[in-house]
């Protein structure tokens, strides 16, 4: 007997973030720029809900696919949001955080030896998640000099026609990069030319600044050929109660729920009830946050400016990602933490494209914003 890992988990390294938090949680006086969580807690009406959930003994499993208000509220919400079209029975699986949603779509549609492109930098879980469902990753670099966008010239040159998904995160984590829906019509076309089914993580879809979110699924051709990734941890604040959904035609949606229904059973039913006051009372709590993050985007954006380091003006999410000054990220994200206590993670950990830059994050009040980057200032001085 021994645990020696399978080969698939040896093709995982540890997170590469991990250590960021843990040099800093070594230290007093930290401010932290480096965990993607919201600063704010979730609206009350919403803790509420779960709150009362809870004295009515609620606490059952719930359908595999989620409580069916629930699904119909997400229902009612994407199409009043994001124009999106899904029927509640068939189209719509409540999972534990979008974490679980991208797990399962990897594990559901992949044989060992297909090929997953993913559009870097990147999330930190899809690489893990295709090469766990035995997929190879090919990597998709998108450029600053394209405010890391996904361009087709990009998708051609890097190999990703003879892939069998396309991996999107937009507004991006972590670099805050957002599309517009003409910006994403190239890469719709190049997805149907190479016959592709795209997995489009939208959890930042209420955190876009300059224009209105568009999903890709919303293209002509693309929404028989998308997986769409949403949940609760951003726009209301709820990373710990653990709450996501996946939006598919009804065939995709049936194959995850298969492995749904035996590893997770059904999704936190505490959260859901939270989750189903969030989506009908709580839409000015989600404008406020959004509001302030705005707000500390452009006092970062501006501070960046004043420092002369190139920080493309991010306009999704809850992060920037500017140059770094020193050549190794890893080494000045280091130094950061040692010597004036902010914590930030280096680009490079994020994948292709990402090296040279560092993820700062935003979600972080006005206040402990103002000090970190006045220490980052004296740091680079
Ligand atoms: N996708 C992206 C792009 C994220 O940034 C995160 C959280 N950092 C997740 C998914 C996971 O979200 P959840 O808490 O819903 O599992």
Redesign the pocket.
């Known amino acids: 007997m021994s645990f020696e890992e399978s080969e698939r988990l040896e093709t995982v390294p540890p997170s590469g973030i991990r250590r960021y938090f843990e040099l800093a949680e070594e230290q007093d006086d930290i401010i932290s720029l480096g965990v ?2 919201p600063d704010f807690a979730p609206p009350w009406a919403a803790r509420d809900a779960a709150i009362s959930s809870l004295e009515r003994g609620q606490t059952s499993y719930t359908p595999n696919r989620g409580l069916r208000e629930l699904r119909e509220e997400i229902t009612a919400h994407v199409a009043d949001s994001y124009d999106l079209d899904y029927d509640a029975d068939e189209e719509v699986l409540v999972t534990a ?4 949603a ?1 797990d399962l779509a990897f594990r559901a549609f992949h044989d060992p030896g297909d090929a997953v492109a993913v559009a870097q930098p990147s ?1 930190l ?1 899809y690489v893990p998640a295709a090469r766990l469902a035995g997929a190879d990753v090919v990597e998709v670099p998108t450029r600053r000099e394209d405010e890391f966008k996904l361009t087709r010239e990009v998708l051609e040159a890097s190999g990703a026609a003879d892939a069998d998904t396309l991996v999107l ?1 937009y507004p991006n ?1 972590p670099t805050g990069a957002t599309m517009t829906r003409k910006e994403l019509e190239p890469i719709a076309e190049f997805v149907r030319e190479h016959d592709l089914r795209v997995f489009s ?1 939208e ?2 879809a209420a955190l876009s600044y300059e224009h209105d979110h568009t999903s890709i699924a919303t293209l002509p051709g693309m929404r028989e050929r998308t997986v769409v ?1 949403n ?4 726009a209301y604040a709820m ?1 710990g109660l ?3 959904y996946a939006l598919a035609p009804p065939e995709a949606i049936e194959s995850m729920n298969r492995i749904h229904q035996y590893t997770m059973l059904s999704a936190p039913t505490t959260a859901q009830h939270a989750a189903i006051e969030a989506l009908r009372n709580c839409g000015d709590d989600v404008a406020e946050m959004r509001a302030q993050y705005d707000r500390r985007r452009n006092f970062v954006l501006s501070r960046f400016e004043e420092m002369g380091i190139d920080c493309f003006p991010a306009s999704g999410a809850f992060y920037v990602f500017p140059e770094c000054p020193w050549d190794d990220s890893e080494a000045f994200a280091e130094a950061l933490i040692e010597e004036q206590g902010v914590a930030v993670v280096p680009g490079g950990v994020f994948g292709a494209g990402g090296e040279g830059h560092l993820r700062v994050t935003y979600a972080t009040g006005l206040g402990d914003l103002k000090e970190a980057l006045a220490r980052i200032e004296e740091f680079i001085d």
């Not at 955080?97 to 679980?100: D, I, K, L, N, R």
């Not at 949940?231 to 951003?234: N, P, R, T, W």
Request: hydrophobic fraction near 25%; charge should be negative.
């Open positions: 993607g969580e955080g979008a974490s679980e991208v999330y879980s995160c984590n993580d959890i930042y990734f949940g609760f941890s951003k990373t653990r709450l996501g």
